[in-house]
């Protein structure tokens, strides 16, 4: 397997890497935001039946407001990583054969041996390559032929990194 394609200097796309690689981290304080919230609903309707509720009731409002805030911390991290990365809008590069994967961006370059990915989550737009536990790159789906990416598709399916559709 031997498949390169470019990628184009456009300001949108290293802040949908950023968005993408961020998802990944960011999720669990939506999580968190929910469990707070909830908490903090039930704490107000427990206060509202018991004589001794108001006393909870500052504490239910900050675990709702503290959910909302954890909830809002994800977007927010996910739309300043768009603005920043647009200044970083270079032409570049992959390269990616049976062995490893190799990234051009600008004037750096670096590659990841298949080797080393222990797992590619799929999303809309790319998959995400991890390294241990950690997500490493990206490689874009949009900027590969059809026929290139069914067969990096399948060579990750082949390799039990993907699940075979």
């Given amino acids: 397997m031997h498949i390169r394609f470019d990628v184009p200097a456009d300001p949108a796309y290293p802040g949908r890497v950023a968005a993408a690689l961020s998802s990944v ?3 669990k304080f939506g999580y968190i935001g929910a469990v707070l919230v909830a908490a903090g609903v039930i704490g107000f309707a427990v206060s509202r039946g018991f ?25 927010w991290v996910r ?3 768009r603005r920043r990365s647009g200044r970083y809008a270079v032409e570049g590069a992959y390269d990616i054969t049976d062995d490893n994967i190799m990234m051009r961006s600008g004037s750096e370059s670096g590659g990841i041996a298949w080797d080393g990915v222990t797992q590619v989550r799929d999303t809309p737009e790319f998959w995400i390559l ?7 790159t990206v490689i874009p789906r ?10 990096l598709r399948a060579h990750m399916a082949d390799r039990g990194l993907l699940q075979p559709r």
């Fill in 25 to 27: 981290r960011l999720r």
């Fill in 142 to 151: 949009h900027l590969m032929s059809r026929e290139d990416a069914e067969t």
């Fill in 130 to 136: 991890y390294v241990g536990r950690m997500p490493a």
């Fill in 79 to 81: 739309l300043r990583a």
């Fill in 51 to 75: 004589a001794w509720g108001e006393k909870i009731s500052p504490l239910s409002l900050t675990l709702v407001l503290g959910g909302l805030l954890s909830m809002l911390y994800s977007p």
